[in-house]
């Protein structure tokens, strides 16, 4: 499972299948910008400044956002969007 929105996380794809990982074996979770922010987070708070910064979008255009995934689910990889990670457990049977 790849978590993040950042260019970063396509890099780590990449990494991942030169590295011989099964594409159908990843998972691309793309959290929203603002998902992480508390939830009495004021948007007139001067970090809403910050977070195109802290959690930038990889592509800043839609049709190549979307050319990027078709490709990547063309592969075999599986993309979840406007997702956010709660908590990680660990599975006692692998």
Do not use: W
């Amino acid at each position: 499972m790849v978590y993040g929105r950042t260019l970063n996380c396509y890099c780590c794809i990449q990494g991942l299948i030169r590295r011989g990982v099964k594409p159908n074996n990843i998972y691309l979770i793309i959290p929203e910008a603002e998902c992480h922010l508390e939830a009495n987070y004021d948007e007139e708070d001067e970090k809403e400044a910050d977070i195109p910064f802290i959690n930038p979008e990889a592509f800043k255009d839609n049709d190549i956002k979307q050319k990027v995934h078709d490709y990547l689910i063309s592969l075999g990889i599986t993309i979840f969007e406007h997702c956010k990670l709660l908590q990680i457990e660990k599975d006692d049977d692998s």
